[in-house]
């Protein structure tokens, strides 16, 4: 399940969080989740007389003076208090006035009295500052460190002594234990203490006689500030902002519970390296993720419980060498499931399909679910598993008994034994009619396409025979059909893909791509107002390539920006050879949109307009595709500068794929193109007619020329009249042709002279 090179940087990991300390915040975010859990009261007998934000109120002036403090100890030495903490320091009081009184009330209390040294960080030194009590309190009154440091921004170690400017001092935390340190060291609070259960008194009931020896008698008192402006309120975790007297106080009951131990982590790293360790063996391998959760859990309840008995555990290492263990088999679960396992519908995959003996004889069935994708993000929550379940379901009907494998993208594949092979036919037609009724998936009605590719050569390995067979399925979708058989042509077409680039190199400086042009005309007076250049290409061996195959390959290999080029420079050269002739008609060139996003596509057309002697206005770009242009900043400010530099803009194929009105908004266009599927259908569908009506309205309003494509027979050039259209082109106007007959048939006919 796991290598043990995979172990033993686990282990080194796991010591290096260990001895860096990295995982320090995970056991205090730990510690502070347990102390929300575990909760007891305090023992009562430390309590606080808290110089508050009512005794300020109280105090004339808001100002608490000596002679105050003075009545607060002498009130709680009269109550009978068995201890007097004072959790203040008076380095800037000692020259008050009545400072003395202050003093005198000390110094009668004795040893029974503990006076706070403060230990303060001088800034920019990096030094820390002590504030001792003054001599004038005299000797008898202990002094106690109130010194702590956070980690985290809370207070989660108190020390039980601290040296201060080098004499060490115990703690109020340990004074008030009984429990004075001979050593600076720290221990860990216990969080299980409820602060809420801490008793406070407020220094002005004590003053007004409200409070007296039945609060203090017999008590340790903690004297302290509670009041905001002290600002003397820290975080506690399992709390929020308490004064730092409550910290004094849980601090003490901590150490009167007993003495805090903290073994680190060296045990729970062990515990869990001996229990994963076991888990690995192979009679319990099947169980592991549930023996590591476990195991994590007994680790996190451990130290909750341990830390309620004073013992502190850290599990920060033993938990990353748990998640990096596991981290590890869970890869290779995954890996070894995606090799031979597809997690959707739980069939064997397309890899446990290539990895079989030869399929020798076998034919190689590929079916592919149509839209696929489009089905997977439509479908809510988990229908997609549904889908893929009934179309499972039906696909094994066909398979009749043999194993049906399927991939993750809505593709399957199985294998026809030979005996079987004239039942092919007969089997696809049957899947097919079982996919014309619907699937149901909830309260949706699904209808899913299915085509299948064949593979009956039995050259090649299994790899390739089954990617044979989906490339197959891929064309059966491209062409509409219900299955198609891979064949040698194919194999053909897949290397000329593959060798496009270079192929297209040769075409360009050999010849073989060359320039067409298709005349336009004004429909309401029959006159030549443009031409369109377009694209051909005559394969020495594969002949004439239609432009719809190798203008897509080319903009798939990022050859389509050279290939435009080319055409542009034919068709600028073209036009400008014409209107030295006297026909100074509109030249048109298609432009993918793809690439308005070059940066230099206006700057290399303006070279090659003033190259040519041929003005701007001359040319018209038919932006195609023009999905790509919606969220692409370059590319409308590309419009932007075509339309400033003069060039006209057109619409191509409007009303089909990516051409729309919103992309309208975006176009400021100077014609729109109909696209020839509707133009050569209008005749027959009312629908169809309408929409080419509708689109030549639109132009009009929008100050556009209306451009009808695919005009095949006097009627639809008739009927386009009628509706208004500006401008139209197709095989009853003129094919495309070469330059020569171009200006052939220009020289033998009138023409208009403007666009």
Same mark, same amino acid.
């Given at each position: 399940m796991i290598s043990w090179r995979s172990i033993a940087l686990s282990v080194f990991l796991s010591l290096v969080v260990g001895f860096s300390g990295i995982g320090i915040p995970l056991d205090r975010i730990l510690g502070a989740a347990a102390a929300n859990f575990a909760s007891r009261p305090v023992s009562g007998d430390i309590v606080v007389v808290a110089l508050d934000?009512?005794?300020?109120?109280?105090?004339?002036?808001?100002?608490?003076?000596?002679?105050?403090?003075?009545?607060v100890v002498e009130a709680i030495d009269?109550?009978?208090?068995?201890?007097?903490?004072?959790?203040?320091?008076?380095?800037?009081?000692?020259?008050?006035?009545?400072?003395?009184?202050?003093?005198?009330?000390?110094?009668?209390?004795?040893?029974?009295?503990?006076?706070?040294?403060?230990?303060?960080?001088?800034?920019?030194?990096?030094?820390?500052?002590?504030?001792?009590?003054?001599?004038?309190?005299?000797?008898?009154?202990?002094?106690?460190?109130?010194?702590?440091?956070?980690?985290?921004?809370?207070?989660?170690?108190?020390?039980?002594?601290?040296?201060?400017?080098?004499?060490?001092?115990?703690?109020?935390?340990?004074?008030?234990?009984?429990?004075?340190?001979?050593?600076?060291?720290?221990?860990?609070?216990?969080?299980?203490?409820?602060?809420?259960?801490?008793?406070?008194?407020?220094?002005?009931?004590?003053?007004?006689?409200?409070?007296?020896?039945?609060?203090?008698?017999?008590?340790?008192?903690?004297?302290?500030?509670?009041?905001?402006?002290?600002?003397?309120?820290?975080y506690l975790p399992g709390n929020n902002q308490v004064p730092g007297a409550y910290i004094h106080v849980i601090g003490g009951e901590t150490l009167k519970r007993g003495n805090p131990v903290?073994?680190?982590?060296?045990?729970?790293?062990?515990?869990?390296?001996?229990?994963?360790?076991?888990?690995?063996?192979?009679?319990?391998?099947?169980?592991?993720?549930?023996?590591?959760?476990?195991?994590?859990?007994?680790?996190?309840?451990?130290?909750?419980?341990?830390?309620?008995?004073?013992?502190?555990?850290?599990?920060?290492?033993?938990?990353?060498?748990a998640a990096a263990v596991s981290a590890n088999v869970s890869r290779k679960r995954r890996r070894f499931s995606a090799q031979r396992e597809n997690p959707l519908s739980g069939l064997p995959n397309f890899e446990a399909l290539r990895s079989q003996p030869a399929f020798g004889s076998a034919t190689v069935i590929a079916a592919k679910v149509v839209n696929f994708e489009d089905l997977a993000a439509f479908i809510p929550g988990d229908g997609i598993g549904k889908l893929v379940e009934q179309v499972t379901r039906r696909l094994q009907l066909a398979s009749q008994g043999t194993t049906l494998h399927h991939d993750l993208d809505g593709t399957f594949a199985w294998l026809v034994p030979y005996y079987q092979h004239s039942q092919i036919e007969g089997q696809l037609a049957g899947l097919a009619a079982l996919f014309n009724a619907p699937l149901t998936i909830g309260e949706l009605r699904v209808d899913v396409a299915i085509a299948f590719g064949v593979n009956d050569e039995f050259e090649g390995s299994n790899a390739q025979r089954l990617a044979a067979a989906l490339v197959a399925a891929e064309?059966? @979708?491209?062409?509409?059909?219900?299955?198609?058989?891979?064949? +040698? /042509? !194919?194999?053909?077409?897949?290397?000329? $893909? %593959?060798?496009?680039?270079?192929?297209?190199?040769?075409?360009?400086?050999?010849?073989?791509?060359?320039?067409?042009?298709?005349?336009?005309?004004?429909?309401?007076?029959?006159?030549?107002?443009?031409?369109?250049?377009?694209?051909?290409?005559?394969?020495?061996?594969?002949?004439?390539?239609?432009?719809?195959?190798?203008?897509?390959?080319?903009?798939k290999s990022q050859d389509i920006y050279r290939l435009t080029l080319f055409v542009m420079d034919q068709a600028i050269r073209s036009a400008a050879q014409l209107r030295d002739r006297g026909m100074p008609i509109n030249m048109s060139v298609n432009l993918s949109a793809t690439?308005?996003?070059?940066?230099?596509?206006?700057?290399?057309?303006?070279?090659?307009?003033?190259?040519?002697?041929?003005?701007?206005?001359?040319?018209? @770009?038919?932006?195609?595709?023009?999905?790509?242009?919606?969220? +692409? /900043? !370059?590319?409308?400010?590309?419009?932007? $500068? %075509?339309?400033?530099?003069?060039i006209r803009l057109s619409i191509d194929d409007y009303g089909t794929g990516q051409s729309n009105l919103e992309y309208l908004t975006e176009i400021e266009a100077d014609e729109i193109k109909i696209d020839k599927r509707f133009v050569m259908t209008m005749r027959d569908s009312q629908r169809n007619l309408e929409v080419v009506k509708s689109t030549i309205d639109l132009a009009h309003r929008l100050g556009a020329v209306a451009v009808a494509e695919g005009i095949e027979d006097a009627e639809t050039m008739t009927l386009l009249a009628d509706l208004g259209c500006d401008v139209g082109q197709g095989y009853h106007l003129g094919k495309p042709q070469l330059f020569s007959e171009l200006t052939a048939t220009l020289t033998a006919i009138p023409h208009n002279r403007t666009a």
């Open positions: 934000d009512q005794t300020l109120t109280d105090s004339p002036n808001g100002s608490f003076s000596m002679t105050q403090y003075a009545r009269e109550a009978g208090a068995k201890r007097l903490f004072v959790d203040f320091y008076f380095d800037r009081r000692e020259k008050d006035r009545d400072f003395s009184r202050f003093t005198t009330a000390i110094r009668r209390m004795g040893d029974r009295a503990v006076l706070a040294v403060a230990t303060k960080s001088v800034p920019g030194t990096g030094r820390n500052r002590s504030i001792f009590p003054s001599p004038a309190f005299g000797t008898a009154a202990k002094r106690a460190s109130i010194a702590w440091d956070d980690e985290f921004w809370q207070v989660w170690r108190l020390p039980k002594a601290y040296v201060a400017d080098g004499q060490l001092l115990p703690s109020f935390a340990s004074l008030l234990a009984g429990k004075p340190g001979n050593r600076a060291e720290l221990f860990h609070l216990d969080f299980s203490y409820d602060t809420a259960s801490i008793k406070q008194y407020s220094a002005s009931d004590l003053l007004s006689g409200s409070v007296g020896a039945k609060q203090l008698a017999g008590k340790d008192v903690i004297f302290a500030p509670t009041a905001s402006t002290f600002q003397d309120a820290y903290d073994i680190g982590w060296w045990p729970a790293l062990v515990f869990i390296a001996a229990w994963l360790g076991i888990a690995l063996l192979p009679p319990f391998q099947r169980w592991f993720s549930w023996a590591a959760l476990a195991a994590v859990a007994i680790l996190v309840i451990g130290q909750a419980i341990l830390s309620t008995m004073l013992v502190t555990l850290s599990i920060a290492p033993a938990s990353f060498f064309r059966a @979708i491209r062409t509409r059909s219900l299955w198609t058989k891979y064949t +040698s /042509r !194919q194999k053909e077409d897949a290397g000329w $893909q %593959l060798s496009f680039h270079s192929q297209l190199e040769d075409a360009l400086t050999g010849g073989d791509i060359w320039v067409a042009f298709q005349p336009q005309y004004q429909i309401a007076t029959r006159q030549l107002v443009g031409v369109e250049a377009l694209a051909r290409w005559t394969h020495p061996t594969r002949g004439p390539i239609p432009p719809d195959e190798f203008i897509v390959q080319a903009e690439l308005l996003d070059h940066s230099d596509l206006v700057g290399t057309i303006r070279v090659m307009l003033t190259a040519h002697h041929l003005p701007p206005e001359a040319l018209t @770009i038919e932006i195609t595709e023009t999905a790509q242009i919606e969220n +692409s /900043r !370059q590319a409308r400010q590309t419009l932007a $500068q %075509l339309r400033r530099t003069g």
